[in-house]
């Protein structure tokens, strides 16, 4: 068990509801002080988005945010190089597309990922029952492979994400991208219960959690959540690190047992 899932699992069980903002890498020149505002703010971990240039699971804020990075000049290589002396405190998921992982080799990737520090890879274009030799590589590496689960998903999927997801679960709470919405999604509890019947590892939900009231009510289905798009939207507005940071705590401080 990586350390990610071993960092998660302490805090849920000592009845912390986890939280796990997301940053676009590359989106600023001084986007790794987002990373320390978050772990400032309350942060259990923090998802990385590696930009690339057909984010298909990604909305229109993430998009915006990726092509504003590529546009700087991000590279795998140099946001990683950054990240490894980024030393927010916490543990990192790194998020990007099977192209840039199998491009350089899923051995090669997931040991470039734990020389930068990372405990977590999330790659939602690798169905599980295609991951194998992914979830090898990163298990030997030492990093954990976070699977997804959408409302829609069978009930045989469904175990098999559960039994082979490291680090979390992720439950996506709609069926399309990624992206600010104005309220919870219906299929956002329905969804945790059915994984948490499955795994003991923890359920975070993701996807259009924007408000700390979501996020709260979020947490009373599930483990947790991961926030996204409402962060990397008030960066791509001009807000600071300390100003997402702020965003962030109060997030937090909505959160049960937070």
Known sequence: MGTLETHLRARRDAGRSLLVPYVTAGLTADWPDYLRAYADAGADAIEVGLPFSDPMLDGGTIQEASDRALRRGATPSRLLAELSTANPGVPLA????ANLVFRTGARAFCERLAEAGVTGLIVPDVPHDEAGPLSEAATAAGVDLVLLAAPTTAPARLRGIAERSRGFVYGVTVMGT???RAALADSAGPLAGRLRELTTCPVLLGFGISTPEQAAQACAYADGVVVASALMRRALDGA??????????AIRRALPAG
């Open 94 to 97: 790194v998020m990007t597309y």
């Open 178 to 180: 990624t992206g600010e």
């Open 240 to 249: 600071t690190p300390a100003e997402v940071g702020a965003d962030v705590a």
